[in-house]
């Protein structure tokens, strides 16, 4: 004979509250976890430049993209600024770490840039009195960067780096490549340190083109093989928009299969007066 089984009701009914409390607390840390992520997101975007200056014969623009997993954000931001003596000041940054104190972090470094750069012009100094002051700070956290002057007048360029990713450049005239200026330590790190500076002078229309290692680099993606992508997109629209110009670049970040946020920042140059 064939025997049904039987529940009790009261046992039948527990199982369901328990059910339904723990799909009452998964939503809640769902909804706890995007809160999080949301405020963050919005904490960032509100340190990075609401907007970036336009010069005579200069156009500067940006991208940012979060991580594409969406559970964490980065400290990678950019900044342009007119200075004292006519030059813009152009940075790009990557703060150690994928949280809301890397964010605090960011914009403490973003602001010290700007400050110090109201005391002196030169992108060495600056990064060297920047290093110093986030030091003594005491957050014990470090972050690359990238910091150059540039006069679109003279096309005179001066650039220091601290530990960040070299940038890129292309021509009008069909010349391009990696700028490998030698750098020093990322910030935060060791104090007194000097950051070298690299000059040149740029004549011709063109564009360069930062970035940070969320776009050019993934858990199997090296980096050589990522700026060398970024070469070659930048060299097939350096004639375009800036703003187009920096949505493609940032699009790198999806042949990578990168994890962390990516910021692009790209400057194009009209040339000397004269030369196009």
């Not at 904490?43 to 336009?54: E, F, I």
């Not at 012009?121 to 990064?127: N, W």
Request: net charge negative; hydrophobic share 40%; charged share 20%.
């Amino acid at each position: 004979m064939r025997r049904h089984r039987t529940t009790h009701p009261d046992s039948a009914q527990e199982a369901l509250l328990t059910l339904g409390r723990l799909v009452d607390e998964a939503l809640e840390r769902i909804r706890v976890q995007r809160a999080r992520v949301e405020l963050a997101e919005a904490l960032q975007r509100h340190l990075l430049p609401p907007q970036l200056p336009q010069l005579p014969r200069l156009a500067i623009a940006a991208r940012y993209t979060p991580s594409h997993d969406g559970l964490d954000v980065g400290g990678d931001w950019y900044d342009a600024f007119p200075m004292t003596n006519g030059t813009v000041g152009i940075a790009i940054g990557d703060v150690q770490g994928h949280d809301v104190e890397a964010i605090a972090f960011m914009g403490q470094a973003r602001t010290s840039l700007r400050a110090l750069a109201c005391a002196t012009t030169d992108p060495g100094e600056v990064l060297s009195r920047a290093n110093d002051l986030l030091i003594s700070m005491g957050c014990g956290l470090f972050a690359t960067c990238c910091f150059l002057t540039f006069d679109p007048l003279s096309g005179a360029l001066a650039i220091s780096r601290a530990g960040h990713i070299p940038m890129v450049w292309a021509t009008s005239a069909g010349h391009s490549g990696i700028i490998l200026d030698s750098g020093g330590p990322p910030l935060g790190i060791l104090p007194g340190e000097i950051y070298p500076v690299t000059r040149r002078r740029l004549e011709e229309p063109g564009s360069l083109v930062m970035v940070t290692d969320g776009v050019v680099e993934g858990p199997t993606y090296p980096i050589e093989k990522g700026l060398e992508e970024v070469v070659r997109r930048v060299c097939s629209g350096y004639d375009g928009d800036p703003d187009e110009l920096a949505r493609e670049v940032v699009k790198v970040a999806d042949l990578t299969g990168h994890c962390d946020d990516a910021a692009v920042l790209v400057v194009r140059y009209a040339g000397l007066p004269g030369a196009g």
